[in-house]
C-alpha cells in the first residue's frame, strides 16, 4: 500500500497520489508489491534495494548513501495481537525533493503522524520529519517498557498466589521482547552515532540538511534512546531474576511436597508391617487372647503416632 501526504501552510496535511505527486511530499509505504517499489522508485529516482531493505524482518539498523538519496533504516517497537513485544525495520530514504517511510506493518509510530497531528510536522522539512519519527520510535520504547514493567509486577503477584504454567510462560515472553527491545535499541543507537558523524557533511547537502533546531532535536533523540536502552537493561535482569526466583520456589516446593509423601508414606507403612507380623502362620502373642485384634491395632496405632510425631518434629510436615 502506498500513501502520499504533502503538508501545506496552513498545517494541513494534503493527501495526493502518484499521478500528482509533487515535490515535498511524504510517501508511506505498508508492505509495498514490487509493482508499487518499482513505480516509486522510478518517480523518485531511488534505489529499488533502499525500498526493499525494510521488507526483512530480520534487517539490522544501518545507514546507506548513495548520489542522490540516503536511506537511515532504524527499528521502531510494536505489539502484536498475541500480546507479544517485537520490533520491526523501518526504513526512511531522503532525497533532494521527497522522504519515503517504507515497512512491513503499520505501526504505532507511523500512526502517529496523520491529518490529526499535520500540525506538529512538515513533510517538506525532511530532516526535521526524520528527527521527529525517530523520537517517536524512542518514546515507544519507553512507553512500552513501562507497559512490560507493570505487566511483570502483575505476573509476580499472581506467581507469588498461584504457580501456573500460564503466568511462567508469559514472563518468558516479556524476556523475548525485552531481548528484541535491546538488540534494536543498541543497533538504533549506532545509527543515531552515525546521524551526528554524517550531520557535516558535504555528500548529504540538500538531503540531510541540519539546523539548529533540528540539532536539539537529534540531541534529544539520543537522550531518549539511551534511557530506553538502560530501562531494557535493568528490566532484563529483573525479570531474569524473577524467572530465577520462581524457578527455585517451584523447586524447593516441590521437594517439600515429596518430604511430606515420603513421611505420610512411612506411617501409613506402619500398620501394615504391625498387622503383617501378626498374621503370620506361626504362633505370634495375642493369638489366644480374644482382645488381640484391639491390642494389635492399639500397638499399630501407637508407632504411627509416635513417628508422625517425630516427623513433626524434624519439620516434616
Known sequence: MVEIFKSQTSGTLKTLTIETLEKGSWINMTDPTPYEIKVIATLTEVEP??????????ERSHIDV???SVMILTNVPILRESESYDALPLAIVLTKDYIITVCLDD?????????RTAKFFRTYKKTQFLFQILYRTATFFLRYLRQIDRIS????????????NSEILRLLELQKGLTYFNAALRSNGAVLEKLLRLRSSRTLEGMLDIYEEDEDLLDDVIIENKQAREMVEMYSQILARLADAFS????????????????????????????????MNVPVPFQENVH????????AISFSVISAYFFWRNNMF
Open 49 to 58: 534495494d533502499f525500498l526493499r531493505a525494510a521488507l526483512d524482518d530480520e
Open 66 to 68: 548513495e548520489d542522490n
Open 107 to 115: 505501526t504505532p509510530v507511523m500512526a502517529e503522524f496523520n491529518v
Open 153 to 164: 509486577e502483575e505476573v509476580e503477584e499472581r506467581l507469588r498466589h498461584s504457580m501456573r
Open 248 to 279: 527455585s520456589i517451584i523447586s524447593n516446593n516441590q521437594n517439600m511436597v515429596m518430604k511430606f509423601l515420603a513421611a505420610v508414606t512411612i506411617i501409613i507403612a506402619i500398620p501394615t508391617v504391625v498387622s503383617s507380623f501378626f498374621g
Open 292 to 299: 488381640g485384634f484391639i491390642f494389635v491395632t492399639v500397638i
